[in-house]
Every structure is written in C-alpha cells, then in structure tokens.
C-alpha cells in the first residue's frame, strides 16, 4: 500500500511545515499549540501506518499518544499559570 | 481493489487539505485564539476523515469500534485542552486581535 504511506508523508510535511510556529512563538502558548498539531498530525499518520504496514498494534501506539498530548497540554497550562502567580506576587511585593 | 477499500482510499484522501489548512491556519492566524481555531477544527475533522477512512480498510467491527473511540478521545482531549489554552492565555492579559 504505497499510496497509503505516500498519503501519510504529506501529513507528516504539514506538520513539519506547522512546527516552524514553534521558532516564530511569539508566547508559550503559540509553541505549544504547535506541539498540539504534533499530536494530531501523529495519530492521523499512525492510524494510516497500522493499515499500510499490517501492524495493528499501531492502533494502540495511537491511543496513548492522544492521552500523552492531553496530558502534556495540561501540565503546559498548570505551571503557565503557576509562574504567572509567582510573577504577580513578586510585583505585589515590590509594590 | 475492493470498493471498501476504495470508498477508504478516498476518505482519507480527502483528509490531507484538512491538515494543510489546519497547519496554514497556525502560521498565518494573527493570535492566539485565531489559531487555536485551525488547531481544533480543522485538524480533528482532518483526523475525523481519516478514522472514517480507516474504518472502511478495517474490515472488522471490533477494530472499527476501537477506531470510533480513538477519534472521540482525541476530540474530548483537544476541546478540554483548547479551553485550558484559551483561558490561560487570556489570564496573561494577551490582548485579542482587532482588525485595524
């Protein structure tokens, strides 16, 4: 199936093409909504890779990396957010 | 070449601008909440087309099922992510983008 991973290369280089984000920034946020693209544009590309190479066990290889994506978005968020508090105190301080 | 087959073959052809778009959308949006549009609409409806197709190359319920699912653990994952993104931003004080 030639054409399956023929199919599975242009998504990979629209990702790769999407990630040139995570140089430009300009905020963490931006970076990691790269990183987001990553995780979707991977579960696509190993869902056409366990048909075109026979391996099924792909399948689940994609499952967890949809649960590492949510999960590094999450920990992402929690200590943005937790450096934001540390900066505002420190600016209440010298206040 | 079944015609399942095919009717796959075509879905997740049909995919791949999906993906282009959603990767065009994140380097040419203005902001942050723009482009957080390209990220969860276009890529997952990109991934949506592909497990649809996917399923047609299965040809087997169980593994079609557990394709189902994955698609939906991606959506539920993406949307939840999507908010605690925009909200972490807009706690950061990043202004919205106006067109000027």
Known sequence: MSLLIGMAALILISVLVGLVRIFRGPTGADRMLAAQLLGTGGIAILLILAFAMQMPSLLNVAMVYSLLAATAMVVFVRRHSRENKETEVITDESD | ?100
């Open chain 2, 1 to 100: 070449m079944s015609p399942t087959e095919l009717v796959g073959l075509l879905l997740i052809m049909a995919a791949i601008p999906f993906f282009w778009g959603g990767s065009l959308g994140l380097l040419r949006f203005p902001d942050v909440y723009t482009r957080l549009h390209a990220l969860t609409k276009a890529d997952n409806l990109g991934l949506g087309l592909v497990t649809a197709g996917s399923m047609f190359l299965a040809g087997d319920w169980m593994v079609a099922i557990k394709l189902l699912f994955i698609w939906l653990l991606v959506l539920t994952a993406s949307t939840v992510s999507c908010f605690l993104i925009a909200n972490a931003a807009r706690k950061t004080n990043i202004e919205p983008w106006k067109a000027s």
